[in-house]
């Protein structure tokens, strides 16, 4: 010690020593701090079950081709045994249907029996519109959706027990004003309570089973799952929608009633947006906050990384959604936990107000830090419209159930190694190679992970201070005519270290303008192609559909211009590249009906049929975007500059797949974790 504190140099040296010593023990805490989650969760498969990828690849040769198809098609949604248990529901509102129970909604049988043979062939065959129930009629041949049908009544005994006789429908009763007036005031008694005095209430109801139903909005009947004919309303009114809430009222209303309502219904629609004279009135629009920032929240991305998920990428959505812990690797910005959305006051956001959540939303400026764009990609919800954000706020802060779940801060890198870093890849940004999300979860301990990381900076603090302290004291020989030179290298020190500082914090330095960050890490979507919209209503749809694709995960994984080339890379589904989705006829969705499109978006079916992983294109939570939106959507994309950007296809899972789900931000070509 005394051969340290003799000379003013080897104070310096000494300094430098242990503040690196401390740096690298920063560095290596940061990668084994969060190496491990706290909990390897692992739900019942009863409940929600694993599956191989691609679907279907472990059944055996000596499987029908009723499990076949059933495996490929119907699996990842409906579970292997039937039980609405697959991978892709917890995210799904309302929930895929139980198969085992022997409910189903939209059926020509009376309430308690089962579907007839045509129904459950139409459903499969046309899907259920406006919703995540695809249509199979250009992917299956007749004979398939006949043996899928047969595979699907094994599930359920009432098929055996039960025999299913369609109902007569009465002849429909003249929808003159006193029919319609009739039905009025039966509605009003029957289903204002669940439909709202005006058809557009939307209230959340559970199922049988206790998960999330909501109540259709009257005024859309491009939403009516069962079709929009007449005669099919009638129907859903006298059966009811079994498993839902939605009761049968044969004994409670006549024929002739059931008629009269049918034509209320009717009544209450509104010209559709894409039709003239139409207008934008989906849930993204709904006047109740609570309504709006119900739909945002499930339609839009929250959940893709604030719900923690297994081994296999299911979510652990009915008793921790949004309740954070999920790891995100963002090398050299460092590792963070995500956070805790839910109303809990002690670790969630219930003692945040909604201005500090719309804060956080656009500005990434949070309570406690400023908020990295790579782990938090608050870029791109900068361009939430101030109602949506703060409908999103309202429904976090007041809705979404409140979960108990502390989470630990982020750990950082050395400064050595983190500035290093920073500037091989370029300023300001810095942008990583990729960003890893881990599966688990990682809950705050009794003590905080973090301490040892917080120790650390304290004590390269303390030590700094002690060596400028023992700079001061330890005695020199005097030198006249230098003190220039020493006020000159205090200065170059003291420029050194704002500057290293600086490259440290980036790109988190609140003194760069909001507006310039967003514009270098999100760039705006092009604005569509005027020719490709030759009426107002188009253009409606266009600029919502771009809204819609600057603030979901479209614009973070396509690209700004929709061209793809992402890779993703994980062992449950192999190496994926994000799609090429612009109006390229070759390389893009050029050639892609618009209900091919809306199938990909919300049952993730591609056009060829290629199934594609949830966790690869969030379709689960997409089949909540409502019809609307989908459409403007969809209109945007046709209305997006063509690119022929070529994607290579996706490859299986193989072993040097990444362990943890890996999403590359630099692009690269090559498969696998590399």
Not at 187 to 203: E, F, N, P, W
Not at 350 to 363: H, K, P, S, Y
Not at 482 to 491: F, Q, Y
Not at 639 to 655: E, K
Request: hydrophobic share 40%.
């Amino acid at each position: 010690m005394r051969w340290v504190l003799s000379t003013r140099t080897r104070v310096v040296l000494g300094t430098l020593v242990v503040l690196g010593l401390l740096d690298l023990g920063r560095s290596l805490y940061a990668r084994i701090g969060y190496a491990r989650p706290t909990e390897d969760w692992q739900p019942l498969s009863s409940v929600y079950a694993d599956l191989s990828w691609p679907p279907g690849v472990d059944l055996p040769t000596t499987a029908s081709l009723g499990e076949h198809i059933y495996a490929q098609r119907c699996a990842v949604c409906h579970g292997p045994d039937g039980r609405g248990n697959g991978p892709a529901a917890p995210s799904m509102i309302p929930r895929p249907r139980d198969f085992t129970r022997g409910d189903f909604k939209y059926k020509s049988t009376p309430f308690g029996q089962p579907p007839t043979d045509q129904d459950l062939i139409r459903t499969v065959r046309d899907g259920l519109p406006g919703g995540a129930m695809p249509y199979w009629r250009d992917l299956l041949s007749d004979q398939e959706i006949r043996a899928v049908v047969d595979h699907i009544k094994k599930f359920s005994p009432v098929f055996a027990q039960l025999s299913a006789q369609a109902l007569t429908i009465s002849p429909r009763v003249t929808p003159d004003k006193a029919s319609v007036g009739r039905g009025q005031t039966l509605y009003q008694t029957m289903c204002a309570s669940c439909h709202g005095a005006d058809g557009r209430l939307q209230t959340e109801l559970k199922d049988s089973k206790g998960y999330p139903v909501i109540a259709r909005d009257l005024t859309a009947p491009w939403t009516f799952r069962g079709g929009t004919a007449p005669e099919q309303i009638w129907l859903r009114i006298t059966t009811g929608l079994a498993p839902a809430p939605m009761p049968p009222f044969r004994e409670a209303a006549t024929p002739q009633q059931r008629w009269d309502l049918v034509n209320y219904v009717l009544s209450l629609a509104r010209t559709p947006p894409w039709e003239p004279g139409g207008r934008l009135e989906g849930p993204g629009y709904h006047v109740d906050p609570q309504s709006r920032g119900r739909y945002l929240i499930h339609a839009s991305v929250c959940g893709l990384c604030h719900t923690p998920i297994d081994r296999t990428g299911i979510y652990r959505g009915d008793d921790f959604y949004l309740a954070g812990g999920m790891r995100v690797g963002a090398y050299p910005h460092g590792v963070f936990i995500s956070r805790n959305l839910t109303s809990d006051a002690a670790t969630g956001l219930g003692q945040w107000t909604n201005e500090e959540i719309v804060r956080a939303l656009q500005t990434g400026i949070s309570r406690d830090r400023m908020l990295n764009f790579f782990d938090m990609p608050w870029t791109a919800f900068h361009r939430l419209h101030s109602d949506d954000a703060r409908a999103i706020a309202g429904y976090l802060k007041t809705a979404l159930p409140a979960v108990q779940h502390p989470i630990a801060g982020p750990l950082h890198y050395g400064v050595i190694e983190t500035i290093v870093a920073k500037i091989a890849r370029g300023l300001p940004a810095a942008i990583p190679v990729n960003l890893t999300f881990a599966d688990g979860m990682f809950t705050a301990r009794p003590f905080r992970q973090d301490w040892p990381a917080r120790f650390l900076i304290a004590a390269q603090w303390a030590v700094l201070v002690a060596g400028v302290i023992l700079y001061r004291q330890t005695p020199h020989p005097p030198r006249r005519g230098r003190r220039w030179l020493r006020v000159l290298g205090l200065l170059g020190l003291v420029l050194l270290g704002a500057t290293g500082w600086a490259v440290y914090a980036l790109p988190t330095l609140r003194i760069i303008p909001t507006e310039q960050l967003v514009t270098a890490a999100s760039p705006a979507p092009p604005m569509p192609d005027p020719a490709r919209l030759k009426t107002a209503e188009q253009a409606a749809l266009a600029e919502r559909g771009r809204y819609l694709f600057s603030v979901t995960p479209c614009v973070l994984c396509h690209g700004n211009t929709g061209d793809g080339g992402t890779k993703i890379s994980w062992k449950p589904f192999g190496t994926l590249w994000v799609k090429n989705i612009t109006p390229d006829p070759t390389a893009g969705i050029g050639t892609w009906t618009d209900a091919q499109i809306a199938r990909a978006i919300r049952s993730g079916v591609s056009a060829d049929g290629h199934t594609l992983h949830w966790q690869g294109m969030p379709w689960d939570h997409f089949s909540n975007l409502d019809e609307e939106d989908v459409r403007a959507l969809i209109v945007y994309l046709r209305a997006l500059p063509p690119v022929t950007r070529v994607v290579p296809s996706d490859r299986p899972p193989a072993a040097d797949d990444c362990d943890t789900y890996t999403f590359w931000i630099v692009r690269s070509a090559t498969p696998g974790c590399r």
